[in-house]
């Protein structure tokens, strides 16, 4: 893996130590890990599925759906099982592939939000356009370059990693594995590291998030020339968007732009960002999305049907 390493399996202290806490942390996570596979997976089958989502922001939103899927997943059942373990362990080569994954997946996330935010964008501020800007073509595109953004970034990330020798202690102070904690384990310094961390991830968010509350303002703006109708269902949509954003980013900025820590807070907030956001996502697009809510009955009522026959 790396140059020399004397740590080959690492501990997870965990989320809390008391086993009562854990086991009802336990009951509460592993519904919210299945809703949030169930929610974001019935947007994926829907959208694919439904005649009438057939949008760029529908197309973009399945996507959405599918990263966070594959983001939750990648943190959330071993930290379930772990919360039943006495010993929580992970080989140094899960814990990178790990890292990796979950950056990836987060880092794709943020790229399909911005092109969510331009698809709004163009929808509102130009509409006699849209059809011939968001093609079918350049959605494809946009979407690919969303996964291939997520790639490149990780394996920076990743790359970085596997330059560092790791001698002990083997705990790391963290429910999962996460850069700065696993930093903490290297035999030399890694403030150099934790810099290039700082720039890939805290200011990328930090850059990600101007960009898309900057967008949003434009659209804002430019609602005052549409019809009441026009600004209610815009804001409608719009606000979907804006809540995923702040709901997204708020944790990661919290965590990335500041000194690394391990304090209890930090934890909370990693699992509100790794457990709880991607389980919102669906319930927020759909609530306030009437296309979405339709599509989803003809779906559910064309299953009872078929399953009556």
Not at 84 to 93: F, G, P
Not at 108 to 124: G, K, N, P, Q, S
Not at 131 to 145: D, G, K, P, Y
């Amino acid at each position: 893996m790396a140059r020399t390493n004397n740590v080959t399996e690492l501990i997870i202290s965990g989320l809390f130590q008391d086993p009562e806490v854990q086991r009802v942390c336990f009951a509460v996570f592993l519904p919210v890990y299945l809703a949030t596979v169930v929610g974001n997976g019935l947007i994926v089958l829907t959208v694919r599925v439904g005649k009438s989502l057939r949008s760029p922001m529908y197309f973009f939103l399945s996507h959405l759906s599918l990263v966070e899927i594959s983001y939750s997943s990648t943190v959330v059942p071993k930290f379930i099982t772990d919360l039943l373990s006495r010993i929580k362990t992970i080989s140094l080569e899960g814990c990178v592939a790990q890292i990796f994954f979950f950056h990836f997946f987060g880092v794709t996330e943020i790229f399909l939000l911005t092109v969510m935010a331009y698809d709004r964008y163009v929808a509102i501020c130009k509409p006699l356009h849209y059809t011939t800007i968001m093609s079918r073509s350049l959605c494809h595109q946009l979407v690919a370059a969303s996964w291939l953004g997520g790639f490149v970034h990780s394996m920076v990330q990743i790359i970085i990693t596997l330059q560092l020798s790791f001698c002990g202690p083997n705990v790391i102070d963290h429910y999962f594995c996460d850069l700065h904690p696993l930093f903490k384990l290297a035999c030399t310094d890694t403030s150099v590291e934790g810099v290039v961390v700082l720039a890939n991830s805290g200011l990328f968010s930090i850059f990600s998030f101007l960009l898309l509350v900057s967008s949003y303002v434009v659209i804002l703006v430019n609602l005052r020339n549409h019809s009441a109708e026009g600004r209610r269902k815009a804001l409608s949509t719009c606000a979907s968007h804006i809540t995923v954003v702040v709901l997204f980013f708020g944790p990661a900025i919290f965590l990335y732009m500041r000194p690394p820590s391990t304090f209890t807070e930090d934890k909370l907030v990693a699992v509100f960002y790794t457990v709880v956001t991607p389980m919102l996502n669906p319930i927020i697009y759909t609530l306030r999305n009437t296309e979405v809510k339709i599509a989803m009955r003809r779906l559910w009522g064309r299953k009872v049907n078929s399953g009556l026959q």
